[in-house]
C-alpha cells in the first residue's frame, strides 16, 4: 500500500510556464483535496473533489485548474505559474462517507518554485 | 481573515514536561477538530482528534481540550521527548471532515 504519493518531488518554472501536478492514492478514497503550505499560514485548501467526474473550488482557488477523471487520481494544473504561486503542495484523500474516520491522508509534498 | 488562530508560533520544551499548543476558532458550525502533525520534508499525519460532544479525549501521551462556549481547543502533549519535535497543526471543519482549516501552525522543539 503505497498511500498517497505526488508527482513531481520538486519543479522549478519560470514564470508564465504551465505544468501539471499529480496526485494518486490506492486506498479507494471518495474525497481527494489539494493544498499549499506557506510559512506562517499552515494549509490552505485549493480545490476538492468528493467523487470522480467532481470538483470544487476551496479557499484559494485562483490560478488553479483540477481534474479527476479516475477515482484514485486528482491533477492540480497552473496553466500560467506566478511567483506567488511558489509553495509546497499537498494532495490528501480520506473516506468520510464510510462514518468511521473523517481522517485526511497526505501525500509527501510537490515543492514548487516559479522565477 | 484566518478561521482558527493558533498560538504559539514556536514553542521549546524540555524532556520530560508538557507541552500546549492553543486554538481558537469563530464558526460555531464547525464540528470536527483534528490536530496534525507534521515532520520536515513530510506531508501532515493525522494525531488527534475531537468531535464537539466531548471536552477531553486522551491518546497516550496527546490530550486534546475543547471548550464549546469559549470557542477553543487546546493540545497537551504530556512528558514530551525529542521524537516530538515537529511542527503542528490545528484544524477544524464541518462537512464530514471535508475542507479542512489549518492554523498558522506551531513550531515544538523538545530540548534533551
Known amino acids: 500500500n503505497a498511500g498517497v504519493t505526488q508527482t513531481p518531488k520538486f519543479r522549478v518554472l519560470k514564470t508564465g510556464q504551465s505544468m501539471t501536478l499529480l496526485c494518486a492514492q490506492d486506498?479507494?478514497?471518495?474525497?481527494m483535496y489539494w493544498y499549499r503550505q506557506d510559512p506562517g499560514m499552515g494549509l490552505r485548501l485549493i480545490h476538492y473533489s468528493v467523487g470522480e467526474g467532481t470538483t470544487a473550488k476551496g479557499e484559494v482557488p485562483d490560478g488553479y485548474n483540477v481534474s479527476r477523471l479516475k477515482k484514485q487520481n486528482f491533477l492540480l494544473g497552473l496553466e500560467s505559474a506566478a511567483p506567488s504561486q511558489t509553495s509546497v503542495y499537498f494532495c490528501?484523500?480520506?473516506?468520510?462517507?464510510?462514518?468511521?474516520?473523517?481522517?485526511?491522508?497526505f501525500g509527501p509534498g510537490t515543492r514548487l518554485t516559479v522565477t | 481573515q484566518q478561521q482558527v488562530k493558533q498560538s504559539p508560533q514556536s514553542l521549546i520544551v524540555q524532556k520530560g514536561g508538557i507541552s500546549i499548543i492553543n486554538c481558537a476558532y469563530e464558526?460555531?458550525?464547525?464540528?470536527?477538530f483534528p490536530w496534525y502533525q507534521q515532520f520536515p520534508g513530510k506531508g501532515p499525519a493525522l494525531l488527534i482528534a475531537i468531535r464537539p460532544d466531548v471536552s477531553e479525549k486522551k491518546e497516550g501521551r496527546f490530550t486534546i481540550s475543547f471548550n464549546k462556549s469559549a470557542k477553543q481547543f487546546s493540545l497537551h502533549i504530556m512528558d514530551s521527548q525529542p521524537g516530538d519535535s515537529a511542527t503542528y497543526f490545528c484544524a477544524a471543519s464541518t462537512e464530514y471532515g471535508n475542507k479542512l482549516v489549518f492554523g498558522a501552525g506551531t513550531i515544538l522543539r523538545v530540548k534533551s
Open positions: 486506498m479507494n478514497h471518495e474525497y
Open positions: 490528501a484523500s480520506s473516506s468520510p462517507s464510510r462514518g468511521v474516520s473523517y481522517e485526511q491522508y
Open positions: 464558526n460555531t458550525a464547525f464540528d470536527y
